[in-house]
Protein backbone atom coordinates (compact mmCIF):
# COMPACT_ATOMS: atom_id res chain seq x y z
CA UNK A 1 0.00 0.00 0.00
CA UNK A 2 1.56 3.47 -0.79
CA UNK A 3 0.45 5.91 1.77
CA UNK A 4 1.21 8.84 -0.35
CA UNK A 5 -1.40 8.39 -2.61
CA UNK A 6 -4.88 7.57 -1.17
CA UNK A 7 -5.75 3.92 -3.36
CA UNK A 8 -7.82 2.72 -0.73
CA UNK A 9 -9.44 4.24 1.97
CA UNK A 10 -7.63 5.16 5.08
CA UNK A 11 -7.08 3.51 8.00
CA UNK A 12 -7.57 4.93 11.32
CA UNK A 13 -4.10 5.84 12.98
CA UNK A 14 -4.72 4.45 16.27
CA UNK A 15 -6.85 1.35 17.42
CA UNK A 16 -7.45 -0.43 20.91
CA UNK A 17 -4.85 -3.44 20.77
CA UNK A 18 -7.08 -6.70 20.19
CA UNK A 19 -7.37 -9.98 22.17
CA UNK A 20 -5.47 -12.61 19.66
CA UNK A 21 -6.15 -16.33 20.14
CA UNK A 22 -2.04 -17.59 19.58
CA UNK A 23 -3.19 -21.14 19.62
CA UNK A 24 -4.71 -21.05 16.18
CA UNK A 25 -2.79 -22.65 13.58
CA UNK A 26 -2.29 -19.81 11.54
CA UNK A 27 -0.36 -17.70 14.10
CA UNK A 28 2.68 -20.12 14.50
CA UNK A 29 4.79 -18.25 12.18
CA UNK A 30 5.12 -15.11 14.15
CA UNK A 31 3.63 -16.66 17.76
CA UNK A 32 7.00 -16.10 19.43
CA UNK A 33 7.16 -12.47 18.34
CA UNK A 34 3.64 -11.61 18.62
CA UNK A 35 2.35 -12.41 21.62
CA UNK A 36 5.11 -10.49 24.04
CA UNK A 37 4.82 -7.80 21.50
CA UNK A 38 0.83 -7.62 21.91
CA UNK A 39 1.47 -7.73 25.55
CA UNK A 40 3.31 -4.50 25.30
CA UNK A 41 0.90 -2.78 23.10
CA UNK A 42 -1.89 -3.26 25.45
CA UNK A 43 0.23 -2.29 28.08
CA UNK A 44 0.33 1.25 26.95
CA UNK A 45 3.23 0.78 24.41
CA UNK A 46 3.07 2.34 20.82
CA UNK A 47 3.13 -0.54 18.02
CA UNK A 48 6.55 0.64 16.29
CA UNK A 49 8.08 0.52 20.04
CA UNK A 50 6.78 -3.05 21.14
CA UNK A 51 7.66 -4.53 17.56
CA UNK A 52 11.27 -3.26 18.00
CA UNK A 53 11.83 -4.70 22.10
CA UNK A 54 11.04 -7.98 20.50
CA UNK A 55 12.48 -7.84 17.17
CA UNK A 56 16.49 -8.74 18.30
CA UNK A 57 17.54 -8.29 15.25
CA UNK A 58 15.16 -10.37 13.04
CA UNK A 59 14.02 -8.01 10.69
CA UNK A 60 16.05 -6.07 8.63
CA UNK A 61 14.21 -2.82 9.39
CA UNK A 62 12.96 -0.96 12.22
CA UNK A 63 9.75 0.62 13.30
CA UNK A 64 9.28 3.86 13.54
CA UNK A 65 6.15 5.76 14.02
CA UNK A 66 3.85 6.86 11.17
CA UNK A 67 4.99 10.58 11.63
CA UNK A 68 8.50 9.54 10.59
CA UNK A 69 7.06 9.23 6.76
CA UNK A 70 7.63 12.87 5.13
CA UNK A 71 4.63 14.17 3.31
CA UNK A 72 4.33 13.41 -0.05
CA UNK A 73 7.43 10.38 0.45
CA UNK A 74 5.93 6.75 -0.88
CA UNK A 75 5.63 4.48 1.64
CA UNK A 76 7.72 1.80 0.51
CA UNK A 77 10.54 3.94 -1.07
CA UNK A 78 10.89 4.99 2.42
CA UNK A 79 10.90 1.63 3.52
CA UNK A 80 13.77 1.13 1.10
CA UNK A 81 15.98 3.99 1.61
CA UNK A 82 15.58 4.26 4.93
CA UNK A 83 15.17 0.54 6.13
CA UNK A 84 12.72 1.93 8.43
CA UNK A 85 8.76 0.96 8.14
CA UNK A 86 6.57 3.87 9.66
CA UNK A 87 3.96 2.10 12.13
CA UNK A 88 -0.03 2.96 13.52
CA UNK A 89 -0.87 2.11 16.47
CA UNK A 90 -3.30 -0.03 14.62
CA UNK A 91 -3.94 -4.56 13.64
CA UNK A 92 -2.97 -3.85 9.99
CA UNK A 93 0.47 -2.45 10.84
CA UNK A 94 0.93 -4.31 13.92
CA UNK A 95 0.61 -7.84 11.66
CA UNK A 96 3.19 -5.88 9.26
CA UNK A 97 5.68 -6.09 11.59
CA UNK A 98 5.38 -9.60 12.52
CA UNK A 99 5.38 -10.48 9.26
CA UNK A 100 8.78 -8.50 8.85
CA UNK A 101 10.03 -10.83 11.84
CA UNK A 102 8.78 -14.11 10.58
CA UNK A 103 9.21 -13.51 7.00
CA UNK A 104 11.71 -10.64 6.62
CA UNK A 105 14.28 -11.68 3.44
CA UNK A 106 11.07 -12.25 1.54
CA UNK A 107 9.80 -8.75 2.96
CA UNK A 108 12.55 -7.05 1.88
CA UNK A 109 12.98 -8.40 -1.56
CA UNK A 110 8.88 -7.37 -2.32
CA UNK A 111 9.76 -3.44 -0.88
CA UNK A 112 12.85 -3.78 -3.04
CA UNK A 113 10.59 -5.06 -6.25
CA UNK A 114 7.75 -2.25 -4.71
CA UNK A 115 10.31 0.41 -4.77
CA UNK A 116 12.16 -0.31 -7.99
CA UNK A 117 8.39 -0.12 -9.66
CA UNK A 118 7.84 3.18 -8.34
CA UNK A 119 11.75 4.46 -9.18
CA UNK A 120 10.57 3.71 -12.60
CA UNK A 121 7.32 4.80 -13.28
CA UNK A 122 6.23 6.96 -10.46
CA UNK A 123 3.33 6.49 -7.93
CA UNK A 124 0.01 6.47 -10.13
CA UNK A 125 -3.83 6.50 -9.55
CA UNK A 126 -3.85 2.39 -11.12
CA UNK A 127 -1.30 -0.17 -9.83
CA UNK A 128 0.65 -1.82 -13.03
CA UNK A 129 0.86 -5.33 -12.78
CA UNK A 130 3.77 -6.03 -11.17
CA UNK A 131 2.58 -3.73 -8.31
CA UNK A 132 -0.57 -5.13 -8.20
CA UNK A 133 0.76 -9.03 -7.58
CA UNK A 134 3.24 -7.42 -5.10
CA UNK A 135 -0.01 -6.00 -3.02
CA UNK A 136 -1.63 -8.95 -3.40
CA UNK A 137 1.33 -11.32 -2.30
CA UNK A 138 1.85 -8.77 0.72
CA UNK A 139 -1.56 -8.09 2.26
CA UNK A 140 -3.08 -11.35 1.27
CA UNK A 141 -0.96 -13.72 0.22
CA UNK A 142 0.24 -17.34 1.46
CA UNK A 143 2.93 -19.99 0.96
CA UNK A 144 2.10 -24.11 -0.32
CA UNK A 145 4.49 -26.80 0.53
CA UNK A 146 2.18 -29.41 -0.63
CA UNK A 147 2.14 -32.92 -2.63
CA UNK A 148 1.71 -32.38 -6.55
CA UNK A 149 -2.10 -33.67 -6.42
CA UNK A 150 -2.85 -30.57 -3.68
CA UNK A 151 -2.06 -28.23 -5.43
CA UNK A 152 -3.09 -29.52 -8.90
CA UNK A 153 -6.96 -30.11 -7.09
CA UNK A 154 -6.47 -26.40 -5.71
CA UNK A 155 -5.37 -24.74 -8.94
CA UNK A 156 -8.15 -26.33 -11.08
CA UNK A 157 -10.27 -25.49 -7.94
CA UNK A 158 -11.59 -29.00 -7.44
CA UNK A 159 -12.67 -28.20 -3.96
CA UNK A 160 -14.42 -31.78 -3.58
CA UNK A 161 -11.42 -33.59 -4.74
CA UNK A 162 -9.18 -31.04 -2.41
CA UNK A 163 -11.16 -31.66 0.52
CA UNK A 164 -12.16 -34.96 0.14
CA UNK A 165 -10.53 -37.96 -1.30
CA UNK A 166 -7.08 -35.98 -1.15
CA UNK A 167 -7.92 -34.86 2.76
CA UNK A 168 -5.33 -37.39 4.21
CA UNK A 169 -2.46 -35.42 1.89
CA UNK A 170 -3.18 -32.14 3.73
CA UNK A 171 -1.08 -33.79 6.47
CA UNK A 172 2.13 -33.97 4.67
CA UNK A 173 1.52 -29.94 3.34
CA UNK A 174 2.60 -26.89 5.28
CA UNK A 175 0.76 -23.30 4.76
CA UNK A 176 1.77 -20.10 5.83
CA UNK A 177 0.15 -16.91 5.86
CA UNK A 178 2.86 -13.96 5.31
CA UNK A 179 -0.11 -11.59 3.82
CA UNK A 180 -0.65 -9.57 7.28
CA UNK A 181 -4.48 -8.20 5.87
CA UNK A 182 -5.33 -11.86 5.74
CA UNK A 183 -4.05 -12.15 9.32
CA UNK A 184 -5.98 -9.62 10.28
CA UNK A 185 -9.42 -10.95 8.97
CA UNK A 186 -7.77 -14.14 10.49
CA UNK A 187 -8.28 -12.04 14.18
CA UNK A 188 -11.85 -12.86 14.01
CA UNK A 189 -12.07 -15.83 12.05
CA UNK A 190 -15.09 -15.81 8.77
CA UNK A 191 -15.62 -18.46 6.25
CA UNK A 192 -14.68 -16.72 3.43
CA UNK A 193 -11.44 -15.03 4.22
CA UNK A 194 -9.27 -16.30 1.03
CA UNK A 195 -5.42 -16.36 0.78
CA UNK A 196 -3.81 -15.78 -2.91
CA UNK A 197 -1.56 -18.92 -2.75
CA UNK A 198 1.78 -19.74 -4.50
CA UNK A 199 3.05 -23.28 -4.98
CA UNK A 200 6.22 -23.78 -2.80
CA UNK A 201 8.32 -26.38 -3.00
CA UNK A 202 7.32 -29.70 -1.40
CA UNK A 203 10.38 -29.94 0.82
CA UNK A 204 10.00 -27.10 2.58
CA UNK A 205 9.57 -27.88 6.33
CA UNK A 206 9.43 -23.99 8.11
CA UNK A 207 8.83 -20.83 8.06
CA UNK A 208 12.45 -20.01 7.59
CA UNK A 209 12.98 -22.14 4.71
CA UNK A 210 9.81 -20.60 3.48
CA UNK A 211 10.89 -17.32 3.68
CA UNK A 212 14.62 -17.72 1.94
CA UNK A 213 12.97 -19.57 -1.02
CA UNK A 214 10.66 -16.96 -1.63
CA UNK A 215 12.77 -14.23 -1.30
CA UNK A 216 14.91 -16.02 -3.76
CA UNK A 217 12.22 -17.04 -6.22
CA UNK A 218 10.79 -13.49 -6.49
CA UNK A 219 10.94 -10.97 -9.54
CA UNK A 220 9.11 -8.87 -11.42
CA UNK A 221 8.08 -11.07 -14.18
CA UNK A 222 7.09 -14.18 -11.91
CA UNK A 223 4.35 -11.69 -10.15
CA UNK A 224 3.70 -9.95 -13.39
CA UNK A 225 1.98 -13.54 -14.19
CA UNK A 226 -0.14 -13.91 -10.91
CA UNK A 227 0.95 -17.47 -10.27
CA UNK A 228 -1.85 -17.22 -7.78
CA UNK A 229 -4.19 -19.85 -6.70
CA UNK A 230 -7.54 -18.74 -4.42
CA UNK A 231 -7.91 -20.71 -1.12
CA UNK A 232 -10.83 -20.08 1.38
CA UNK A 233 -8.47 -20.52 4.58
CA UNK A 234 -10.94 -21.68 7.19
CA UNK A 235 -11.26 -24.91 4.66
CA UNK A 236 -8.18 -26.44 5.19
CA UNK A 237 -8.23 -29.24 7.46
CA UNK A 238 -7.23 -28.83 10.66
CA UNK A 239 -7.57 -24.66 10.68
CA UNK A 240 -11.44 -24.61 11.80
CA UNK A 241 -13.60 -27.37 13.19
CA UNK A 242 -16.60 -26.71 11.13
CA UNK A 243 -15.10 -28.26 7.88
CA UNK A 244 -14.79 -31.83 9.39
CA UNK A 245 -18.29 -31.84 8.63
CA UNK A 246 -18.37 -32.08 4.29
CA UNK A 247 -21.12 -29.72 3.96
CA UNK A 248 -18.80 -27.06 4.61
CA UNK A 249 -17.93 -27.28 1.21
CA UNK A 250 -20.86 -26.93 0.14
CA UNK A 251 -21.10 -22.78 -0.38
CA UNK A 252 -20.80 -21.52 -4.03
CA UNK A 253 -20.07 -18.38 -2.71
CA UNK A 254 -17.00 -19.53 -1.01
CA UNK A 255 -15.82 -22.60 -2.74
CA UNK A 256 -16.17 -21.27 -6.04
CA UNK A 257 -15.65 -22.90 -9.50
CA UNK A 258 -13.02 -21.88 -12.07
CA UNK A 259 -14.45 -19.32 -14.65
Known amino acids: ?5 PLTPPISATQTAPTIDWQQPWWQPVRRWGEPALARW ?37 VFAERAVPTRDHLHDFLNGLAWLAFPQAKRRLNALQAAEIARDGVRAT ?16 LLAAPEPLWQALAARRWAE ?17 GHAALEKLVSPYKSITAHVLQ ?18 LSAERLAAKPFAPLPLLGVPGWWPANGDAAFYDDPQVFRARR
Open 42 to 78: QAGAGVAGALNAVAQGAAPVRFVPQAALPAGVAYEQF
Open 200 to 217: APAALESAAEADAWLAGW
Open 127 to 142: RGPVRDAITLLDESGA
Open 162 to 178: LFGPLRPLWREARLWVP
Open 1 to 5: MTRAA
